[in-house]
Structure formats: structure tokens, C-alpha cells
């Protein structure tokens, strides 16, 4: 529509009336019927109406360069770029006009490139053709270009000065519009007031002042940007002296102080100034509406939200990103509904609320409903449902909006392109991680540290270590996070050494002050390695009280070896502090029930339940044609139970006699060792390993996610499958990814 309207100003400017002193001269030489046939092809240009100005113009005996720009003009009115430029290259004589007239279609319809090599082929030029090209790079942040052009000018207009300066302005070089700026004596006041505004914009509240004192003449658009200029800032006692200094107050210099107030938390001066407007606008109410909605009142924040009498797509946004932020989901949905029209920020801010409170399966089919509106993906959306998929697993559709990114031609900058790689390292599909990572022209810490981490949570060390040595090579600095991810490799893997070098290399080597992250993965590391004592002593040297997640790491190793002395003391601290954990509680009775010590594990038990602490159901799940298939231990609810236990029945007797001997060892209760091995033959994993297995293509790898540790009877036995069915099962459990293939790990049974 704006480029419509361009197009319309120029219009009239082909087709004005010649002026009264040249109106004799003009009638004289020009044929009544050309001048007919010329308003004719205008009326019906202006109306929309090609077909009839192209007969119109066909049926002319003889035709003018007016009647030949009246086409031009009417077809860029109309959006036909095409027909103009053929119009254009038929053209037996043009004048200046029509050279002006395709160059700005050009600058127009941003083809700045086609448009400068016809501004260069120009055999005259005036102004209006200097003017218009500068005023393309102008608009396009072409800024150096734009500059380029104006010194070679050979004269120069107010056009041609405005619109470089608010070119520096736009682009934010606001030291070389300061310089254009004092090359010229005289300058509009539109000028004075873009260059203050600039430089309120960079916050240099002290230069826009200096501006707004040396003004010649000002306007209530100079009082209203030095008012917002200082409210803005934080200062808001000069924002209120102008305010009330200023000759002319209009609605935004009202907004101005009540924006100014919000933003700074005061909310009593903003209601006040709010109640003494003369008239509000939507700004206005939005502005009150979004400080309650900051300070989590949502009560006062709907109070104005439904008295307001012009609610626009913003006060409704404004509204559902406050709920969202309270957690109070499904006032934000019910808003959201209520809306006539929603953008991509409302669709955003739900999209995001659903994912920050759990909902994921609902933010993923909010964002599939968007799709089929046909709303435009944005970052935001895009970042937030790729790390949605990611965190449940969801790698169909994380593939799919990598596809509709590539299809819409977007450039795969950090932003998301660390967004992408991080759902295709959780999902599973490490390779195709490292293939986006390897894309990306260019790499922030983000980028190194998701990759690094991808590898170590996938049990590929070398590969993790490989990335942090390029990331080195590149002259990257890593950081605390990228020093986690390169321990936590070394820990997967069982690089001892290397952890230890890497260890105690942070503070010396890169300035990183070890914290209890990285000391929690070197006491994995030589836990799950057998140096108990190590650890245990490097426990006692930490400079700072050790965290639950360090003690955890003792617990863990301490089951893994059999310590349940060291064991003991490590769950006595995490008792104390965690005393919800049950996943402690678990760990210690895995330990007493290996050590056969079932009377300590009825203990557990009946701590448990006397201080209500609930166990955590275990859960596994696997994507099925963009349906996600959940199963718990002894699942008797899936419509395909069937075929599953069936199948299962199967492999049981087949891994049997493949050497598999079931781990009766992790089951909490003392029965008999055949009622154990029955338990652990349908734990989920088991469950959702046999049904992909039945409908998942033998040539697609197995993706199941389970929400606790894979116990390592399930371990053991997913390893004989793999080498019987031939195929690859990925397995994600909180702590790492298992790659099964031909009877063995990708951890090496290290974990």
C-alpha cells in the first residue's frame, strides 16, 4: 500500500496540467485527440482498469512521451513492474521524465542494482534523478553508497541533504550525521529534529540537549522528543520541567511522561498523569496496561484492558504475555481465542507460554494451527518450537520447520542456526547437528559450546574434544559452559587423564574459576573411573560447600562400585538437603538391593512413604508418524499391546540364546528371581523399543526418549536387539544418549 502511494504522487505528476503560462503554447502544439487519449489511459490507470488504457493507448494515431510515461506511471501504479519496463524499452523517444519515472520503479520495487545501471545510462540527468537513487540506498541502509552518490552531485537540493542525514540517523552512525550536519549553515526543522532524535536513540541525552537549546525554531514533535529523550533515560524530573514548560502539549507528550513512568516503576505518577489527559490514544492505554502487566498485576492490568476503548492487536498481546508470565495458561489461551486477529508476536507469546510451562505437546500444535493461517515464521517462534521439539524429542517436526527455514530462503545466522543444532543434538541426530554446525558462516560460543556438549551427551568424547580444540585453533575464547561440556566428555568416556589435564588447566590456561558444575563432572569422572578415594578427597577440597548434584555424583558412583559405606554418607547429606529427591532414595536402595541387603531396602521404602516422598513413574516414548507413542512399565493400554508383548515374548527367547542373562539385580524386591525377570521384561523402554521396531522403516534409526536412567537389564538387552534386527536405536535418558548397533553402546557400557 505505501508503495502504492509513492507510485500515486508520481502518477499526478505525470499527468498535471501544464502551467497557466504555458497552457497556450501547450494547446497549440499538441493534437486535442492525443490530449484526450492521454486523460483517458489516466482515468482508467487510476481505476485500476490496464487492459482498457493499453486498448486506448493501441487505438492513438500518434502518441506523446506523456501519453507513453502515462503508461509507464499507470502500470507501476498497478504493480505491473513487468509491462512497464517493456512499455519503457519500446519507448521511440524518451525524455527525462520517463528515465525518472523506471528508475524509481526500480528503487521501488528495491532492485537497486538494475536500478543504478539505468541511472548510469542516463544520457541527462537533474535532480529529481540524483534524488531518487540516493533516497533507494537511503531506505535500503545503504548507507556508504548513499554517500558516494551525494558527493558526486553536482548540486544539491534540502531532498538531498534530509535524506542522507536521516540516512547516518536510520543506521545508527550517528558521528558522521553530526558531521553533515555542521558542513550546512541552514537545515529544516525536520532535520533539527531528526538528528536529536538520533541522538536520544543512542541514549547521548547531553548532545540531543545541546541540539534542542541551539534550535532556531521548534515544534511539539522537538519538545515531545527531548520529553521522551529524558524520560527514556531515567530522568524523569527534567522530562517533567519540559513537559510542563512546553508550549504545545499533543497526545504523545502525554504518552511520553506516562511511557516515561512505566518504565521507571512509577506507576502512581504515570496513573496520574494518565487520569489528566485531555484525549488518550491506543499508546496510552497500552502503556498503563504494560506497567501492571510488569509489575504482575494483572487484575488492574485487565481493569484497563476492558475499559479501553480502542483495544488494539497490541493491548491483546500486552495482556497474554502478562498471563503467561503469572502461569496462568489458560487466561492467556482464552484471550488469545477471543482475538479477531493475532500477528506473530501473539502467536509467539502463546507459543512460548504452552513451551515455559510444560504444555509442549499444545505449543506444537498452536504452531501447527499457525501454519495452516499461513503466519509468517519469525525467530522468536522458530527458536522457541525448535526447542520445544528438542526438549521432548520431537525430530519430525524439528525437520520440518528446518525445511520450511530453507524453503522461505532464510539465512541460517547464529540465532537459529544454534537453535538448530541444538534440536538436532537432543533429538538424537547428531549428524545432522554436526552438518548444520558446519553450515554456519559464523560461529558464536553458542554455537562451539552446543556442539561440544551434542558429542559428550551422545558418548562421542574424541569427537566433543576435536571441537573444543578447533574452537581453540579459531581463537575462541570457551568459557565456564564450554569447560562442562569438555569434562562431561571426558566423564562419558572415561578419559581420566585428559579430564584431570583439562581440570586443573581452566584457571591457568583461560582465566575460568572452577564452580560446582565443573567439580560435580571431575567427581563423575573419577567416580564411574573407580578412583572413589580421589574423588572423595577432591569432595573435601572443593572451596565451597558442595552442591546436591555433587553428592549425587558420589551416590552414583558408589552404586556403580558397590561402596556402600562412602554410598551411605553421600545419601545421609542428600537427605538433608534434598529430602524430595526420591531419585537419592532409589539410588541407595539400588545399592542395598545389589549388596542383597533387602531389609535396608525395606527401610527405604517405608522412608519414602513416611516422609511422602513419591517416586517418579518411569516413562518412554517414541515418534510415529508425527505421533508421539508413550509407554510405562507393564503398559497394557497401547491399542497395539498385543503385537508388542508378543514380539517381546520373541526377542526374550532370542537374546536368551544370544547369551543374554537377565540384571535381577536392579529389581527393589525380594521375590524370586522368576517373578524379577518378569518385571524387567516389560519395562517402557523394552515397550517402546518393540512397537518402533514394528512400524518404524527398517532403513530409519530408532529414536526412544525416556524421562529416568535406563536400567542396565534394558541396557544389555537393547544391545542383543540391535544385532538381531539389524538396526539403530538411539536411546535419551536424562543424563546422556545410548547409540545401540550391532550389539554394542556408543558408551561403551561406561556409564
Avoid at 522528543?225 to 499533543?250: K, W
Avoid at 497490541?314 to 486477529?341: C, E, K, P
Avoid at 556442539?451 to 558418548?459: E, K, Q, S
Avoid at 562442562?484 to 583461560?510: E, T
Wanted: proline fraction near 3%; glycine fraction near 8%.
Amino acid at each position: 500500500m505505501r508503495r502504492n502511494n509513492r507510485f500515486r504522487r508520481l502518477y499526478s505528476t505525470c499527468i498535471r496540467p501544464p502551467l497557466k503560462n504555458q497552457a497556450s503554447i501547450f494547446l497549440r502544439n499538441t493534437d486535442t485527440h492525443i490530449v484526450k487519449g492521454n486523460i483517458a489511459i489516466t482515468n482508467h490507470m487510476r481505476n485500476g482498469e490496464c487492459e482498457r488504457a493499453l486498448h486506448v493507448f493501441n487505438s492513438m494515431d500518434s502518441r506523446t512521451p506523456v501519453s507513453w510515461n502515462a503508461m509507464i506511471s499507470g502500470y507501476l501504479l498497478n504493480g505491473n513492474f513487468c509491462l512497464a519496463r517493456r512499455m519503457f524499452d519500446e519507448m521511440p523517444e524518451r525524455d527525462l521524465f520517463s528515465w525518472n519515472l523506471m528508475i524509481n520503479g526500480y528503487v521501488q520495487y528495491r532492485n537497486l542494482f538494475a536500478a543504478r545501471t539505468l541511472f548510469e545510462e542516463m544520457p541527462k540527468r537533474d535532480i529529481v534523478s540524483w534524488n531518487t537513487m540516493l533516497s533507494g540506498y537511503a531506505r535500503k541502509g545503504y548507507v556508504d553508497e548513499a554517500r558516494e552518490l551525494f558527493d558526486r552531485m553536482p548540486n544539491k537540493n534540502s531532498i538531498s541533504w534530509n535524506g542522507l542525514l536521516a540516512a547516518y540517523v536510520q543506521n545508527g552512525r550517528i558521528e558522521e550525521a553530526w558531521k553533515l550536519f555542521e558542513m550546512k549553515e541552514e537545515w529544516e526543522l525536520e532535520s533539527w529534529n531528526c538528528l536529536m532524535g538520533g541522538f536520544v536513540k543512542k541514549k547521548r541525552i547531553v548532545e540531543a540537549r545541546d541540539l534542542f537549546d541551539k534550535m532556531p525554531e521548534r515544534d511539539v514533535v522537538s519538545w515531545n522528543t527531548m520529553i521522551s529523550g529524558y524520560a527514556q533515560n531515567g530522568d524523569l524530573s527534567e522530562a517533567q520541567r519540559l513537559f510542563d514548560e512546553t508550549p504545545r502539549r499533543d497526545v504523545f507528550t502525554w504518552t511520553s511522561m506516562v511511557s516515561g513512568y512505566v518504565q521507571n516503576g512509577m506507576l502512581h505518577e504515570a496513573r496520574r498523569v494518565f487520569d489528566e489527559m485531555p484525549e488518550k490514544n491506543a499508546v496510552s492505554w497500552n502503556s498503563m496496561i504494560a506497567g501492571y502487566v510488569q509489575c504482575k498485576n494483572m487484575d488492574l492490568a485487565r481493569e484497563f484492558f476492558e475499559a479501553m476503548p480502542c483495544q488494539n492487536v497490541g493491548s491483546w498481546n500486552a495482556m497474554i504475555t502478562g498471563y503467561v508470565q503469572t502461569g496462568d495458561i489458560a487466561h492467556a489461551r482464552s484471550l488469545f481465542d477471543r482475538m479477531t486477529h493475532h500477528d506473530c508476536i501473539s502467536w509467539s507469546a502463546m507459543i512460548a507460554g504452552y513451551a515455559q510451562t510444560g504444555h509442549s505437546e499444545e505449543a506444537l500444535l498452536l504452531f501447527v494451527e499457525m501454519k495452516r493461517n499461513g503466519e509468517m515464521l519469525n525467530k522468536s517462534i522458530v527458536t522457541c518450537v525448535l526447542s520445544t521439539c528438542a526438549d521432548i524429542g520431537i525430530l519430525e517436526l524439528g525437520k520440518q520447520v528446518h525445511g520450511h527455514l530453507l524453503k522461505a530462503g532464510y539465512e541460517t545466522g547464529t540465532y537459529v542456526g544454534n537453535a538448530l543444532v541444538a534440536m538436532y543434538c537432543k533429538c538424537g541426530s547428531i549428524d545432522e547437528a554436526n552438518g548444520v554446525f558446519g553450515s554456519l558462516v559464523e560461529k558464536d560460543l553458542v554455537s562451539w559450546n552446543t556442539m561440544i556438549t551434542g558429542y559428550a551427551r551422545h558418548g562421542f568424547g574424541e569427537e566433543a574434544l576435536e571441537v573444543f580444540e578447533s574452537l581453540t585453533n579459531a581463537g575462541a575464547r570457551p568459557d565456564d559452559v564450554t569447560m562442562v561440556g569438555v569434562l562431561a566428555a571426558c566423564s562419558h568416556n572415561g578419559l581420566v587423564d585428559r579430564g584431570r589435564k583439562y581440570f586443573y588447566a581452566m584457571y591457568p590456561d583461560y582465566g575460568i574459576v572452577p564452580n560446582a558444575r565443573h567439580y560435580t563432572c571431575m567427581i563423575d569422572l573419577l567416580g564411574r573411573a573407580g578412583q572413589l578415594d580421589e574423588a572423595a578427597n577432591l569432595v573435601k577440597n572443593i572451596p565451597f560447600e558442595p552442591d546436591p548434584a555433587t553428592w549425587g555424583a558420589m551416590l552414583g558412583a558408589s552404586r556403580i562400585h558397590g561402596n556402600t559405606k562412602l554410598g551411605e554418607k553421600a545419601a545421609e547429606i542428600l537427605f538433608e538437603r534434598e529430602p524430595d529427591n526420591s531419585g537419592m532414595y532409589i539410588l541407595l536402595s539400588n545399592l542395598y538391593a545389589a549388596a542383597g541387603r533387602w531389609d535396608d531396602v525395606h527401610m527405604m521404602r517405608l522412608k519414602m512413604r513416611d516422609k511422602g516422598v513419591k517416586k517418579v513413574p518411569g516413562y518412554s516414548w517414541v515418534e510415529v508418524q508425527n505421533k508421539i507413542h508413550a509407554f510405562s512399565a507393564g503398559d497394557s493400554s497401547h491399542p497395539d499391546k498385543d503385537r508388542i508383548y508378543a514380539f517381546l515374548e520373541e526377542m526374550d527367547l532370542r537374546i536368551k540364546q544370544e547369551g543374554y542373562v537377565s540384571s535381577t539385580k536392579v529389581v527393589l524386591h525380594d521375590v524370586d528371581e522368576e517373578e524379577k525377570e518378569h518385571t524387567l521384561k516389560y519395562h517402557s523402554e523394552k515397550l517402546a523399543v518393540a512397537f518402533a521396531i514394528l512400524t518404524i522403516p527398517p532403513s530409519i534409526p530408532i529414536r526412544i526418549m525416556k524421562n529416568l536412567r535406563v536400567c542396565q537389564d534394558c541396557h544389555t538387552a537393547i544391545k542383543h536387539i540391535s544385532k538381531l534386527v539389524g538396526r539403530l536405536i538411539i536411546l535419551r535418558d536424562p543424563n546422556r544418549f545410548h547409540h545401540f548397533k550391532e550389539g554394542s553402546c556408543s558408551c561403551g557400557d561406561y556409564w
